[in-house]
């Protein structure tokens, strides 16, 4: 049997990783400034999380959601005072696609309308629901085009307002800050109008924290420079270091009703074994403090490049603009450097290394990257 082949690969292959840094197959060491794609949060094999996973797989591995699991509680208990939200509920699933397909099921079951808010070149996943509040018509196939969609420039509270006015709007989805579109941050003020909008008519705001939460902005939610409170938040990617895990933030005005919500999979025993040592390493190791020493570093030494369109982000969730295709920059980087980084689009390259980034692994990166840019 063959893979289904969806993926362009590049002709390597990763078999171990410690901290910052990877090995393929042939011993080449690479420094990761990709993280997986913003998955790994805590570092490659942290012993902590190691340990973890394997204490619980030798006790159990997996038991089903009609029985007590004390672990889904203290994770939402760990989490609640991580991120200043423990008086919301946590819904637990296995990614990023059904940790937003439960939140806009949710907004949709307590005010009863269907029409969702997105933004333009939004991400929000590839299930059904997911992939329809996504603005990029070639991953929308005709089964996921039944829920009404509008889809609106960021930025722009007045045309935000003109669709809430009509009535049927029943959430607003946002990125904490766009990823897949480039990193672009959507401005304080939005969100803020955004939040008083979403009040005023009784509409929920979803912010989507998949990519731009866990402390990867340098606050643990992205909106939070906002100083809002979205209805729900979701989570996945850093949430377990690369063990599939998501999660639904849900505040106290939503009503849980049994069999509203279910999965066979998510907030297994060893999901959570994992996320609850991420939330130990993150807080021991001062990780968010890290973002932002690492994240500022990195700023301020990648202004100073020429050839740079436009440097957009916020802690450890950068993207490089450049004027022209970045194939060539990321290529050299990936084969000569051995520096794994992102893309976004053709002129993009994403940055979104582990959280524990060291400042010695930053100023590697820029030496490495200096020599690429210079020569291009
Ligand atoms: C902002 C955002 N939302 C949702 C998703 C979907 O997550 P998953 O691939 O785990 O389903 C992603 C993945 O890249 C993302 O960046």
Redesign the pocket.
């Known amino acids: 049997m063959n893979l289904f082949d969806v993926y362009p690969l590049f002709n390597i292959e990763i078999v171990k990783g410690k901290g910052c840094h990877v090995w393929d197959t042939e011993g080449n060491e690479y420094l990761d400034l990709y993280g997986g794609?913003?998955v790994i949060s805590v570092g490659h094999s942290h012993p902590v999380f190691v340990s973890a996973i394997t204490e619980q797989v030798n006790k159990l591995a997996f038991y089903s959601n009609s029985v007590i699991n004390s672990l889904q509680q203290q994770l939402a208990d760990k989490l609640g005072k991580a991120c200043g939200y423990d008086d919301y509920a946590l819904f637990l699933i296995n990614?990023?696609?059904?940790?937003?397909e439960n939140a806009l099921k949710l907004a949709s079951f307590h005010n009863g309308k269907r029409r969702v808010i997105a933004f333009r070149k939004s991400?929000?996943?590839?299930?059904s629901a997911?992939v329809r509040v996504t603005d990029n018509p070639a991953i929308i196939a005709p089964v996921n085009e039944g829920l009404p969609v509008t889809y609106l420039s960021l930025n722009d509270p007045y045309l935000v307002e003109a669709e809430l006015k009509k009535g049927d709007v029943s959430s607003v989805i946002i990125?904490g800050i766009q990823?897949?579109a480039g990193i672009h941050v959507p401005s304080d003020a939005f969100l803020q109008s955004l939040r008083r909008l979403c009040t005023k008519y009784n509409v929920c705001l979803i912010l989507?924290e998949?990519?731009?939460g866990y402390g990867r902005s340098g606050k643990f939610f992205a909106h939070q420079y906002a100083g809002i409170r979205p209805d729900i938040i979701?989570v996945?990617?850093g949430i377990a270091n690369g063990f599939p895990m998501?999660g639904v933030l849900i505040s106290p005005m939503f009503k849980a009703v049994y069999g509203m919500l279910g999965t066979t999979f998510g907030g297994n025993h060893l999901a959570c074994a994992a996320a609850i040592a991420v939330l130990d390493i993150m807080e021991r190791e001062k990780l968010i403090d890290n973002v932002n020493r690492t994240g500022d570093y990195l700023m301020k030494e990648l202004r100073q490049l020429p050839g740079i369109k436009e440097l957009r982000g916020r802690g450890l969730m950068i993207g490089i603009e450049f004027e022209q295709p970045i194939k060539e920059i990321r290529t050299r980087l990936l084969f000569e450097e051995k520096v794994f980084t992102g893309v976004a689009g053709t002129n993009t390259i994403r940055l979104l290394p582990p959280l524990c980034l060291s400042m010695k692994e930053a100023e590697e990166f820029m030496n490495r990257f200096r020599k690429v840019i210079s020569t291009i």
Do not use: L, M, P, Y
């Not at 990614?95 to 937003?100: C, D, I, P, S, Y």
């Not at 991400?123 to 299930?127: A, D, I, K, V």
């Open positions: 794609h913003a990614t990023g696609a059904e940790a937003n991400f929000h996943g590839r299930t997911a990125e990823g897949v989507d998949i990519q731009s979701t996945a990617k998501g």
